[in-house]
C-alpha cells in the first residue's frame, strides 16, 4: 500500500503524485489519502494536476481537501483507473479540460461518501467527476451518499457525466446550481 497521512501539498508543478503499480494484472495495492490537503498544485502538460495513478486496487481518500488545482488535460485532481472511494471530503475550485475534479478511465466502482464538490470547472463536455468504461463486460457501480455537488460548471453538463454506465444510486445527496453551457 502506499499511503498519505497528514500531508499539505501546494504550488507544485506537474502534478504531485505519479505512480504506476506495475505491469502484472492482479495487482491488491491501495493507494490512501488521509487527513491531507492539495492546493494549488498543477499539471499543464498531461493529466491529474494533483495524481495520475494506473494499476492500483483501489483508491481511497477520506477526510481530505483538494482545491484550486489544476490539469492541462484530464482530471483537475485526479486521473485514475480501478475503483475510487471517497469519504467526508472537499473538492473545491479545480479545474481541468476534461473531469474537473476526478477522470477515472475503467473504474470499476465509485464510492462517494459525505463529501462536497463545489465550483469545479471542465472547459470541455465532462463534468465535476467524468467515469469513462472502455472495456464490455466490466462492472461498473456508482454510489454517491450523503453528498454535496454546488456550482459547478463544464461546456455540456454541470456534476456528473458516466457513458455507458447503468448501475447509479444516488442516496440522500443535493445538487444545487451547477450549469452548463449546453
Known amino acids: 500500500d502506499i499511503i498519505y497521512l497528514k500531508c499539505a501539498f501546494a504550488n507544485n508543478t506537474e502534478g504531485v503524485i505519479n505512480i504506476w503499480g506495475g505491469k502484472h494484472e492482479d495487482i491488491k495495492d491501495q493507494i490512501k489519502i488521509l487527513n491531507c490537503m492539495f492546493t494549488g498544485n498543477t499539471n499543464t502538460f498531461d493529466e ?100 454535496v455537488f454546488e456550482q459547478n460548471f463544464a461546456d455540456f453538463g454541470g456534476s456528473l457525466f458516466f457513458p455507458n454506465i447503468t448501475d447509479i444510486n444516488t442516496i440522500n445527496s443535493i445538487f444545487k446550481d451547477n450549469k452548463a453551457l449546453s
Do not use: H, P
Open 48 to 147: 491529474g494536476g494533483v495524481m495520475y495513478a494506473e494499476d492500483f486496487n483501489v483508491l481511497i481518500i477520506y477526510n481530505s481537501i483538494f482545491k484550486a488545482n489544476l490539469a492541462a488535460t484530464f482530471g483537475g485532481v485526479l486521473y485514475y483507473r480501478q475503483a475510487v472511494k471517497v469519504a467526508n471530503s472537499y473538492f473545491i475550485k479545480n479545474f481541468a479540460t476534461s473531469g474537473g475534479v476526478i477522470y477515472c478511465k475503467d473504474c470499476t466502482v465509485v464510492l462517494i461518501y459525505g463529501s462536497c464538490w463545489s465550483k469545479n470547472m471542465a472547459s470541455s463536455l465532462d463534468r465535476a467527476i467524468y467515469m469513462k468504461t472502455t472495456n464490455k463486460g466490466r462492472i461498473t457501480s456508482i454510489r454517491i451518499i450523503r453528498s
